[in-house]
């Protein structure tokens, strides 16, 4: 491949896969969304806007993973003590 079509792939790849949730226009060989110009803009630009926008959409995964997590960890706590309660319970009928 040549320098050209290795940076026209580069692009492609950028613009459909950057996280924009807005419609891609590519009709003609563009390749722009509300975003930019992934056809024209400088490569630096274009990296640093996927980079950004690729991050934001990671921490948004991790801070769901953390709140999944958080709400398996409460879940358990509350069927331990609720077997906690149960077992004194039944202790206390057998005691008296």
């Not at 930019?36 to 991050?55: N, Q």
Request: some cysteine; hydrophobic content about 35%.
């Amino acid at each position: 491949m040549s320098p050209d079509e290795i940076e026209h792939e580069l692009r492609k790849e950028w613009w459909f896969n950057h996280g924009c949730d807005a419609s891609l226009y590519g009709d003609d060989g563009e390749m722009q969304c509300a975003c930019g110009d992934y056809k024209r803009e400088p490569l630096d630009v274009l990296r640093a806007r996927t980079s950004a926008r690729r991050a934001v959409e990671a921490a948004a995964i991790v801070a769901a993973d953390q709140a999944e997590e958080k709400s398996r960890q409460d879940s358990r706590k509350r069927i331990d003590e609720e077997y906690a309660r149960d077992r004194m319970a039944r202790a206390l009928v057998r005691g008296t």
